[in-house]
């Protein structure tokens, strides 16, 4: 049976303290500015990295601290209370880390990772394209191996912390008639000839993080760029990266619907209508009922995942467990975001409170690092195929539905 042990180190729980004293004193304080600018906390950025905790996920004999993926979400639940938006600036740095972390070479992970645990080189991950989302084997960015070199061609479509971050983990087409070894990653380094930021979005939420098109017009990387050494492996470095970060995103939205939930019971505990508090209608405390039970369901979640991966690392069912996880916290958060604002009644609506701004940060967590669709389609996938550990139940469905069954039929289409 998988069971996850979730035990927090000493070191996990200082982490944590020190992610929140620099949300309550660089984050929370500058985030409406920086929303409405849609500017980059570098001041808060810098606190992070002084205080080491661009190291948190990094492996201690590569610089950083080797707390794990717990300790990384731990941090990002901290940063996110208090401003979703530099939730992510701070986790993007994972998503974006994980393939040379998980798929580099020793060499690779010398050459970079040292450098993203001092916060001297932030990270961001170039999967998506403008016709590959969800289905993110379908890119059409195409790498050319010549001489010593890769030559990337294409563009990349909502890379999050695009112009901040200095190194991108980017994926393209090696091999575009392989089934399975079609896709490779590379490092590319901010200020490589023919890599442009183009389009930077203008967003709904999450708007101190920038989010831009990246486009690659012939960027020529030597071929100890290319991750983990081998064309080929690419799609996979993509998912199990995935597997690894979405904890991460998880503990974002968690940590959202915490800072929510807060502000709406204080907010609660003070509004009088009809003589008394809000907080003593009936109706208000089943909001704040359900907003709490739901955002407490959804941390348990996410701890036992990043607990999970930190225990026996890539597995499948770690894989589900991030999924769930994933896309738990972050339809709370979605839930949560909009019940706080109901709770502030019109002042929810305005712009004038960070409320608004967390129903606005919601929206992209169900969306960005795999839809939630996209999360329950694996969820379902790992399901159904570990459910050939119960055949011992077979004896209890209908005969007919036991004696119809053929073992071609697990491994049907779209599973
Ligand atoms: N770990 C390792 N390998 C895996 C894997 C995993 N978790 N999942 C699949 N693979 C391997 C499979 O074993 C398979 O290998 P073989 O070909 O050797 O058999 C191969 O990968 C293909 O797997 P599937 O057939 O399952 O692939 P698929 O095309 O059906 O896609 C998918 C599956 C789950 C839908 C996948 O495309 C997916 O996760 N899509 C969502 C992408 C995503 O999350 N994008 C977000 C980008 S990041 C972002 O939003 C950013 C940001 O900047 C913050």
């Known amino acids: ?79 996110a209370k208090a401003d979703s938006g530099f939730g992510v600036a701070f986790a993007v740095n994972a998503l974006g880390s994980f393939p040379i972390i998980l798929g580099g070479t020793e060499e690779q992970k010398t050459r970079w990772l040292p450098q993203i645990a001092a916060g001297k080189k932030k990270v961001a991950f170039c999967l998506s394209e403008k016709f590959a989302g969800s289905d993110a084997q379908g890119l059409s960015v195409r790498a050319f191996e010549d001489g010593d070199d890769w030559v990337i061609c294409g563009e990349k479509k909502w890379t999050t912390n695009g112009g901040v971050a200095d190194l991108y983990s980017v994926f393209a087409v090696t091999e575009p008639d392989s089934k399975s070894r079609r ?59 995935l597997d ?21 019971t204080v907010y609660a505990n003070r509004r009088k209508q009809f003589g008394v508090t809000i907080a003593n209608h009936q109706m208000v405390q089943q909001m704040l009922a359900d907003m709490a039970m739901k955002t407490e369901a959804a941390r348990q979640l996410v701890y036992a995942a990043a607990a999970g991966i930190d225990d026996t690392g890539p597995s499948p069912y770690n894989s589900k467990m991030a999924a769930m996880a994933k896309c738990f916290a972050t339809d709370v958060a979605m839930e949560v975001a909009t019940d706080a604002v109901q709770v502030f009644g019109g002042y929810g609506f305005m712009e004038d409170y960070p409320i608004a701004k967390f129903f606005r940060d919601a929206k992209i967590l169900q969306i960005y690092e795999g839809t939630n669709q996209v999360q329950r389609l694996v969820i379902a996938r790992h399901l159904i195929r570990e459910s050939s550990d119960l055949q011992h139940l077979a004896e209890f469905i209908p005969t007919e539905v036991q004696e119809s069954y053929s073992d071609e039929a697990v491994g049907s289409r779209n599973l």
């Open 244 to 264: 690894y970060a979405r904890p991460g995103v998880a503990a974002q939205a968690m940590g959202a619907s915490q800072g929510a939930l807060d502000l709406a």
């Open 1 to 79: 049976m998988h069971q996850s042990n979730i035990v927090f180190s000493e070191q996990a729980l200082e982490l944590k303290a020190i992610a929140r004293e620099i949300a309550d004193k660089h984050v929370r304080p500058l985030s409406a500015q920086h929303d409405k600018d849609q500017e980059y906390n570098y001041v808060a950025a810098e606190a992070v990295s002084k205080a080491g905790l661009f190291g948190t996920f990094i492996p201690k004999e590569y610089g950083g601290l080797g707390a794990g993926v717990l300790a990384l979400s731990l941090v990002a639940e901290e940063l």
């Open 183 to 241: 896709i490779s990653a590379f490092v590319v380094e901010k200020g490589t000839p023919g890599f442009e930021i183009k389009k930077v979005e203008d967003k709904m939420g999450i708007r101190c993080v920038p989010v831009v098109e990246t486009h690659f017009d012939h960027v020529r990387v030597p071929k100890a760029n290319l991750i983990g050494g081998r064309p080929g492996m690419g799609f996979r470095h993509a998912m199990s990266t």
